[in-house]
Each structure stands twice: as C-alpha cells, then as structure tokens.
C-alpha cells in the first residue's frame, strides 16, 4: 500500500519517518532499473525491489533482514518521492514524534522553492478604505451555492440540499490559528490552555508553535477570536472562502449553472490526496500521523489564497447547527440556539470524502479534539 508525500524536494531523510533510520537518500540521481526482486537491484543496500513499480528503488531504510520495509520510489523527471509502506514497517507513532516529523518535512519544502508547487491566487485588494488585518485577507461580497453539490459529489449527509446563499464582504485568517498565535492569548491572561498539551498524543500545544492549536473547545475559539478583536466566521463564510462564489467557480450567472459548477473542495479538479490536503490516505496524517505546520501544502490552497480549508484540523464556526432548507438566504447567522456547534473541513484523521468544502460536522460546544481547531474571522467594513 502507498502513501504519497508530495515533496519536491532534492533529498528525503527517511528518518524523519522511521525511528530506526539516519541516513538521507539523494532523490535526484537514482537510477531506474527493471526488476522482479531484490536480487535483480545493485548491491550494497542502497536499492530494494519495489514490485508495484517493477524497478529498483532507494533504500536506505532497508536491511537484508527487511528488504522491503519503507522505500522512496523516485521519478527522474519531477523528483516526486513517494513512501512504499511494507507491511511490516514500523511508523512513528502519534504525538512528539510524529509531529516532529512533520515539522523537519515543511522544513524541507521551505529550502526547496524553487521545486514549489506555484498556485494562482488573488492578492489582497485595495481600496477598502480600511487597513486589512494582519493575516487576513479579504473576501468580497457575492453569491454561492452552499451544500453538497450533487453533480460533482457523492455521500452527501449534514450538508445536503444546495440552497443559494449571498453574502457581503468579510476578512478571515490565512491560516488555521495557530499555537504560537493562541498562546499570546493564553499569556495575557484572557485564554486558557487547551484540554490536552505537551507529550500528550496529538496535543500541540504548546511545544509546536506553527501548528494549528487543537484540543480547543467552541468557547476557547471564540474567547481568542474576540481577544483579537474578530469573532469565529459564520459556517457560510467559512464555505465561500473555502470554494468561491460563483464567479470563481466559473459561472457569471448565480442561478442553476453556478449550483452545478460549484467545486467540491477548495481546488479545481482531482479528488483531495497528500498533495492537497494533509488528511487519511492509507494512513493518519498524511503518514505522520499527526498534524502538520500550517500552509504546509500550497497546492491545495482556496480560491483566496487561504491555506488548509481541507485537512489537517477540522474549524469550528459560530453557528448552532441546524439542517439546511432550500430557501434563498442573504449573510446567514445560524440559530439563534441550539445543542450543537458546526465544525468545518476535514481534520487529518479523516479520509478524502471528508475534505469536501461542503461537510459539516455537529459537535457539543463543550467538545474538543486532537483533529479540531479554527480561524477568526471579521465583518467590513
């Protein structure tokens, strides 16, 4: 079974995966050579059979006593790394390590610009007559088409029936909040910790500053957005940041040709994987188990320029959650009460149907979780 790690990167430690390994693989320059078992590849340990692939592969991580444990499969032509889990590997299990891991892998991206994935994006406009918040951007008014879209997505459940929804223009975060962020609130005196921290399993905070803060309940997200002057966005503006009016969803109408044009994640085009989203794809975590640094995959970036709207945590929002009518609704707010809060967009324990831009999932604002946390929003002007 293979998992993919989107790298483009000129060297891949496969230690950062496996606890036993030290050794880096130069990704490059690795030959290509036909193969029906290990005894066909070059000797000296560096190269294994991989036999999906029917070619010799890097292998540092291989010893004679297992050949076939964790293997970068390498492209020549895009540097593309892919990890090959044998069945009796051994993974880095959840909490320090993992998250680790993840931290030495974007670390790895950073010092490989040049082999990044570009994504086209809007800049932050001008001309609002009002300064855009610091790590914001703005989100102009417009219509979408809010709810699981049934011509391009299959398993709707909470999110079902496509209702109309317009909206006015909003500021909402870059980036999932993140602990470095969240703890500024907790030092002024006016947050509290998260329910889990330090070596606990997945808890983030407070050791890993550029991941999203997790084990938060709805409240705590809401006391660090109004610490900062901003409130949780609503669950329609969370969903129109996440995939686009209907202009950027190709459609100049706002009536039957936007409902059906309307994208089901935040990018165009293939279903999510690790290229996109940081989520289950064989395994938890993209591999890693855990989450990642925000904004760790570009690629999978909204239409504006808003990083991890599918994977990695899973967002709360400011609305009680209530199940959708067909009705035509202008700048939505929710009930006025409820049992339970909408949390959006898929964590990195959930698997590709859950990184639609359309899934909702009901909570008890009390709740909390390794695969949830959120980002602040604020009205314009």
């Known amino acids: 079974m293979q998992q993919r790690i989107p790298r483009h990167v000129t ?6 995966l496996v606890a036993a390994v030290s050794a880096c693989v130069p990704a490059r320059d690795m030959p ?21 692939v029917g070619l010799c592969v890097p292998c540092d991580a291989c010893s ?24 009796d590997a051994t993974q880095v299990s959840s909490g320090p390590d993992a ?13 490989t610009t040049s082999d990044a994935v570009a994504v086209s994006c809007d800049p932050t406009p001008t001309g609002l007559g009002v300064a855009v918040p610091q790590g914001m951007v703005y ?20 999110d079902a029936t496509q209702h109309k929804v317009t909206l ?111 989520m289950k794809m064989t395994t938890n975590g993209c591999g890693n188990d855990a989450t990642w640094p925000v904004g760790s995959l570009p690629a999978g970036d909204s239409p504006y320029c808003l990083h991890d709207m599918a994977g990695n945590v899973s967002e709360w929002t400011r609305d009680w959650y209530a199940v959708y009518t067909a009705a035509e609704v202008t700048d939505p707010q929710g009930p006025g009460t409820g049992l339970d809060r909408v949390a959006r967009g898929g964590g990195f324990l959930y698997d590709a149907d859950h990184q639609r831009a359309s899934v909702r999932k009901a909570a008890k604002p009390s709740d909390s979780g390794s695969d949830v946390g959120f980002r602040c929003a604020r009205s314009y002007p």
């Open 11 to 16: 060297a891949l430690c496969a230690a950062l």
């Open 32 to 52: 290509k050579l036909a193969c029906n078992s290990n005894a066909d590849c070059p000797a000296g340990g560096k190269l294994s059979c991989d036999n999906d």
């Open 64 to 87: 004679s006593s297992k050949p076939d444990t964790w293997v970068d499969t390498v492209s020549a032509t895009t540097a593309d790394v892919e990890i090959v889990l044998g069945s």
């Open 99 to 111: 998250i680790a891991a993840a931290d030495a892998i974007a670390a790895a991206d950073a010092a």
């Open 139 to 158: 989100i102009p008014g417009g219509t979408f088409w809010m709810g699981c879209n049934a011509a391009k997505e299959t398993n709707c459940d909470l």
């Open 168 to 278: 006015s223009g909003y500021f909402i975060d870059v980036t999932e909040t993140t602990v470095a962020q969240y703890q500024e609130c907790v030092t002024a005196g006016k947050c509290s910790a998260p329910s889990k921290v330090k070596k606990e399993p997945y808890a983030t905070y407070p050791d890993h500053p550029t991941h999203p803060v997790n084990f938060v309940t709805w409240q705590q997200a809401q006391t660090y957005c109004k610490f900062r002057g901003n409130d949780l966005p609503t669950e329609a503006q969370w969903e129109m940041a996440a995939r686009g009016n209907c202009e950027k969803n190709g459609s100049a109408a706002v009536g039957d040709a936007c409902k059906s044009a309307m994208r089901a994640y935040p990018w165009i085009g293939a279903v999510a994987n690790c290229n996109t989203a940081i």
